[in-house]
Structures are given as C-alpha cells and as structure tokens.
C-alpha cells in the first residue's frame, strides 16, 4: 500500500520486470467508471493522473502506460504502468510476448520511499 484516502487507495505491484507498476483502486464495489457518479469519477481520475505524474518525476520512464481492464476482477481499478525502453516487452504492451528474457533497467537507490512520499505529498492533497 503506497496511499489510502476514503475512496480509493494506490498499491505498488510487485513485478520485479515493471518497478513502478501501480494500481489505483476504486474502494467501493463499482464495476464499471459509468456506474460512479460524476463527481467520483473526475476524482478518481484525477488520482490517476497525480499517480502518472509522480511517476514520471520519480522514475522518468520511457512512457507510461493506463489500463483498466478487470475482466478477472471485476472491481474499478486503473493501471499505471511505467515503460522503459528496455523492458521485458517494450514496445509492446505489458501483457504481450516478451520481447526479451528481462529486464536491465536501473533505478536509482531510494525510489520506493521516495515514489511514497511524492505519492502521500501529491495525493493526500486531492483526499
């Protein structure tokens, strides 16, 4: 768990090929963004975009990458994936035939606390 607020909270995947992977979890059981209203979903929304930027600013990947998928689960959640070049399936998406047997990026000592604090400072800001 990287940041609760009421509504929705943001974990860190553990994927050794994807440091960075976050998802943003609606809290509630909606299945679908249209079944929020309105209100709810610019606010979800916008966590997801803080999530994207402090990820670029921390981890400055190559692209990020945004999916809500939830055909397994079906429990509103967003992906926010960061992307380097030479990761195990760039440029093609996460979920695709690796390109490659891993991955050789290289982030610096620290960006896990520092992602938590950028996330806690730039988050608990939108509630």
């Known amino acids: 768990m990287l940041w609760q607020g009421d509504r ?3 974990v860190l995947v553990d994927d050794a090929d994807y440091p960075g992977f976050c998802r943003v979890i609606w809290q509630a059981h909606v299945k679908e963004m249209t079944d ?4 709810d979903q610019l606010h979800l929304m916008r966590l997801v975009f803080a999530v994207e930027a ?10 990020i990458n945004l999916a809500s998928l939830g055909n397994m689960t079906p429990h509103l959640h967003w992906h926010v994936i960061p992307r380097f070049r030479d990761d195990r399936h760039f ?3 996460v979920w695709a ?6 991955s050789a990026q290289a982030l610096p000592d620290g960006w896990q606390v520092r992602l938590r604090e950028s996330l ?3 988050l608990d800001a939108l509630g």
């Open 120 to 122: 806690s400072a730039c």
């Open 54 to 63: 402090v990820l670029r600013t921390v981890l400055q990947p190559e692209k």
């Open 36 to 39: 929020l209203p309105e209100a």
């Open 91 to 93: 440029p093609s998406p």
């Open 8 to 10: 929705a909270r943001v």
């Open 97 to 102: 035939a690796a390109a490659r047997e891993q």
